[in-house]
């Protein structure tokens, strides 16, 4: 059953006859009734009984006829649904984040786009790469910043993307608090404060193991300001990008000898979003 042909049966019951009814709605008589035997056909029943001066509904047309109207209330609702979320008076868009972003102030983006689209509901995520990565691939996340030692992951699309320097963060009283640049060697099983299944905790292993070096965690934590608590309190060292460093007011230090920095990622599942919403904010991301 075709939906065009609901919309014929009702046409019919509105306006009395085939004749009337084909006028209203701009067709043919003949292709109108057509149209209403092919959904008797398709139901099984007659729905008009059709003389020579009138027509009226059968049983089986009476029964039909709420159902009919209620199919065609809800085709006109869910055009209007869909109007309204292209129309972007309506919507949702879900973005996650890396805790350590500071490339852009995020919260503060999605509040200016909030106030231009304040039907749109927006779902914010935090978590760790792989985590985010996996929700943008599995479309629960319209987009997402990233962190990545290199290319983006080939199931992802980047929208923009950002270069980090990664520095080592001591404190104060530690033997290197006072220097400014310090060679990977002389970190060499230093007690470190890990960032717990992030990006930075699989770079430090990997650099330390591509040096020869051992690495040292002593204590991890999965959220920054805890990390930074405890470095501050002298149980061990970490690395994080020099933006977060400096806000932290502890001593950091650039590494040299080897490459600590990251790339940041905005990055989405398809090259162009099909969602509205996420379109609008990614033009507003990116604009």
Known sequence: MEFR??????AVVRSGSFTAAAREIHI????LSASVRKLETELGAPLFERTTRRVALTEAGRALLPVAHRLVSDVVAARGEV?????LSQGRVSIGMIQTLTVVDLPRELGVFQSRYPGIRIHVRDGTVPDLSAAVADGELDLAYLAADGPLSGELTSFAQWTQRIVLVTYPGHRLAHR???RLAEIDDEPFADFSGSFMQAMVRRRF???GLRHNPVCEATH???LMELVAAGLGVTIVPQSVAERTGLPFARIEGTDFSRRIYLAGRL???TNPAAWALLDHLTG
Do not use: C, D, N, T
Not at 5 to 10: A, I, N, P, R, S
Not at 28 to 31: D, L
């Open 209 to 211: 193991a591509e040096a």
């Open 224 to 226: 920054v300001p805890l």
């Open 180 to 182: 400014r640049r310090v």
């Open 28 to 31: 043919v008589q003949s292709a």
């Open 5 to 10: 042909q609901v919309e014929h049966f009702l």
């Open 271 to 273: 090259p162009e979003p």
């Open 83 to 87: 109007s309204a979320v292209v129309g």
